[in-house]
Nanobody, 127 residues
Framework: QVQLVESGGELVQPGGSLRLSCAASGFTLGYYTIGWFRQAPGKEREGVACISSTETSIYYIDSVKGRFTISRENTKNTVYLQMNSLKPEDTAVYYC????????????????????WGQGTQVTVSS
């Protein structure tokens, strides 16, 4: 059974850091392009960071460039999103998703062309 499980979301103060994890079971995460998406209340879902299977293609939405880092650890079948200098506007439910390995990272993030979604993890940035 294909499953993606996100973890690491919590309440954090502005300026703080979090690391989200996306663990896969039932398939090999390293074969796929992976994306982190988020959806805030009343807003459309947006692709935050995406990484290709070979890590040669990485995309970040402008609002997180220089603050967020996506990485993958294939030996643990896990993808991470390191989030630093968090802002209240980063508050959202964060989802990871898999996509066709032929897709570039920017295409996946911009079009949400994904195959499987995780259940999401809540990130709240507030003082």
């Amino acid at each position: 059974q294909v499953q993606l499980v996100e973890s690491g979301g919590e309440l954090v103060q502005p300026g703080g850091s979090l690391r989200l994890s996306c663990a896969a079971s039932g398939f090999t995460l390293g074969y796929y392009t992976i994306g982190w998406f988020r959806q805030a209340p009343g807003k459309e879902r947006e692709g935050v960071a995406c990484i290709s299977s070979t890590e040669t293609s990485i995309y970040y939405i402008d609002s997180v460039k220089g603050r967020f880092t996506i990485s993958r650890e294939n030996t643990k079948n896990t993808v991470y999103l390191q989030m630093n200098s968090l802002k209240p506007e980063d508050t959202a439910v964060y989802y990871c998703a898999t996509a066709d390995p032929l897709y570039y990272a920017d295409h996946v993030c911009r079009t949400s062309s994904v195959d499987h979604w995780g259940q999401g993890t809540q990130v709240t940035v507030s003082s």
